[in-house]
């Protein structure tokens, strides 16, 4: 490619809206354009690099024998009702109508979509285990969508589902799958990390996270050095607030229209004769719920934050909230609470009389006693994993580290083939629900994350199977002819058996040498005097210093 040709507008200056690294030299480098918040339109060397990715991923399916369709992003709300997420899966979930009134989603995911399509199709033992997959575009209105790629709410996602008729089958496949989600990463060339995830409804250790490890990752990981790791959204459960009690337990609306702030929360508090006690932290997925805490206050602090960051709501420091409310005391939000995921210890089972979030604006409920309010959906094996705990293999105190998630693999049993009627004849005759499994990768993620593990001052620094280009030629002047038809010579020569660029622009070679730091391609090739001698100058991008080679030396040994 020559690059005087090429659509690359690269940029000097920063962008003033990115947050990080990765955002900002994607940006910089001419590889993607923000269109809306979330929403991005990948440029030529943008969607290279896509490509390159969504290569290795189906390559990598395929091996495992995964067969690739393709869905449709619009689904109808009928596969969602039926499986009771229409309701439940909140406002991340990016809904519209047709014409004539009736509802679709712009799909977050496919789990409803797949078990329609090969129900009353896949039906007999005998065609198990299957796994399909796709790679498209997926949809979540995301909250605080930020970081570029790395939270978009359209982004690319490749997802898989298998089908099984055991457990053992099952798991059969979720290896497969595990591996072949390694081989991703190792063929990225990225510093990675498996790490236990939410295991959800089913228990068990039924999901895995693939995390790239980044500084800036929005994914906390305890780890230790035998080999354990988990994230720290793994502690969570689904409960679901049951007002059909109140009159009979005798829970009290109280009208809170003026708390709005953590303050309002504090002043909220000290009046009222219900103060919450115990560890406890809320996270709704429709508006939000919250309640605090004891034991690690710090950490559950930090968790606060984190989740308040995403909200309306400000925060006062740890140390001020201590002070405000004098004892570990817990609240709530304005907005309902339908769908809180907990984080907390088994104690919070016991807890009563505490105060949460209204169903209704500006109202709040006091003497709500957890277990006896709540309908608990699920109430996952809670290990509370966080710094310096002991780690549950080898005892040794926890590390943390920040990781970007790209991948997810997930053990589903039945849920969505039961409540979907997806079944199979198995060998005795009977019906069955079909066992299911689903592993996400996160293809437009994954563009961003290596970008946050890997670049510096100067630009990104892609590892070679998934860089752009795989090497750039930079002749130093394109006045001088002898050097233009040698960088020409050595483009043709090179062009047919590497990924090449040719800046053959009309521009300083400083300002080339920019771009291709900046751009991140692994191997810089500059004609200059030397070539006189029948010499080259080599950089590779990732080294520090330049080199002196023969014009004939092969770049297969030092790419
Ligand atoms: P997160 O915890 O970051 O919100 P998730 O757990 O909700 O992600 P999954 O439902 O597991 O995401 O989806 C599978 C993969 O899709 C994720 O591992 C991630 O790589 C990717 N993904 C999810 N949400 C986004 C997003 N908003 N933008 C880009 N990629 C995403
Ligand atoms: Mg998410
Ligand atoms: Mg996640
Ligand atoms: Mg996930």
Not at 21 to 43: D, P
Not at 179 to 197: F, S
Request: overall charge negative; charged content about 30%; aromatic content about 10%.
């Amino acid at each position: 490619m020559r690059m005087s040709k090429y659509y690359a507008p690269t940029l000097k200056e920063v962008p003033n809206d990115t947050e990080i690294k990765s955002h900002e030299l994607l940006i910089r480098g001419g590889f993607i354009r923000k269109t809306a918040s979330g929403v991005y339109t990948y440029l030529p060397l943008g969607t290279k690099v896509l490509k390159k990715i969504e290569n290795i991923v189906r390559e990598e399916m395929e091996n495992i024998g995964s067969q690739e369709i393709l869905m449709p992003i619009i689904q109808p709300a009928e596969i969602w009702q039926k499986s009771g997420r229409w309701d439940d899966y909140g406002p991340e979930m990016m809904k519209l109508k047709d014409r004539h009134d009736r509802d679709f989603t712009l799909g977050p995911t496919h789990e409803e979509m797949i078990t329609t399509i090969i129900k009353n199709e896949l039906r007999s033992y005998k065609q198990l285990p299957i796994s399909l997959f796709q790679i498209a575009n997926k949809y979540r209105d995301e909250i605080r969508p930020r970081f570029g790629v790395l939270r978009a709410r359209e982004f690319i996602m490749k997802d898989a589902y298998s089908f099984h008729d055991s457990e053992e089958s099952l798991n059969e496949t979720y290896e497969k799958f595990y591996k072949a989600y390694e081989n991703i990463l190792e063929r990225l060339g990225v510093d990675y990390l498996v790490v236990e995830a939410d295991t959800g409804a089913i228990g068990g250790s039924n999901s895995h996270e693939f995390q790239i490890k980044a500084e800036y990752g929005e994914s906390t990981i305890y780890y230790c050095d035998c080999g354990y790791a988990a994230t720290d959204e793994r502690a969570e459960s689904n409960v679901v607030f049951d007002t059909t009690n109140e009159k009979e337990n005798n829970i009290n609306k109280v009208d809170t229209p003026n708390v709005k702030t953590i303050d309002d929360v504090a002043t909220f508090l000290k009046t009222d004769k219900n103060k919450i006690v115990k560890s406890l932290l809320f996270k709704s997925r429709e508006g939000w719920v919250l309640a605090l805490i004891r034991g690690d206050y710090e950490l559950n602090i930090a968790k606060l934050k984190t989740f308040l960051s995403d909200q309306t709501l400000t925060l006062g420091e740890p140390d001020e909230i201590y002070k405000t409310f004098g004892v570990e005391i817990g609240f709530i939000g304005p907005v309902g609470i339908k769908n809180v995921k907990i984080i907390a210890d088994h104690s919070i089972k016991n807890m009563k009389n505490f105060v949460v979030g209204g169903m209704e604006k500006d109202k709040h409920y006091i003497n709500v006693n957890l277990n006896r309010d709540f309908k608990i959906d699920y109430f996952a094996d809670i290990r509370m994993v966080s710094k310096g705990e002991p780690c549950p293999k080898c005892g040794d105190p926890l590390k943390e580290i920040k990781g970007i998630e790209v991948g997810q693999v997930f053990k589903l049993g039945t849920k969505y083939s039961e409540k979907l009627n997806a079944y199979y004849t198995a060998e005795n005759g009977k019906t069955k629900p079909f066992i299911m499994g689903c592993y996400g990768w996160g293809v437009s993620r994954t563009l961003g994350a290596i970008v946050e593990q890997l670049h510096d001052d100067y630009g990104m620094i892609w590892p070679r199977n998934i860089a752009p280009f795989e090497i750039v030629i930079i002749p130093v002047s394109t006045k001088q002819k002898e050097l233009v038809d040698k960088a020409e010579e050595i483009y043709n020569l090179l062009k047919d058996k590497y990924d090449v660029l040719y800046d053959d622009r009309d521009a300083s070679p400083g300002f080339k040498f920019k771009d291709a730091d900046l751009i991140g391609i692994p191997l810089k090739v500059v004609l200059g005097k030397k070539m006189k001698n029948g010499k080259v100058e080599i950089k590779l991008r990732y080294e520090k210093n330049s080199q002196e080679v023969d014009i004939s030396k092969s770049y297969d040994d030092l790419l």
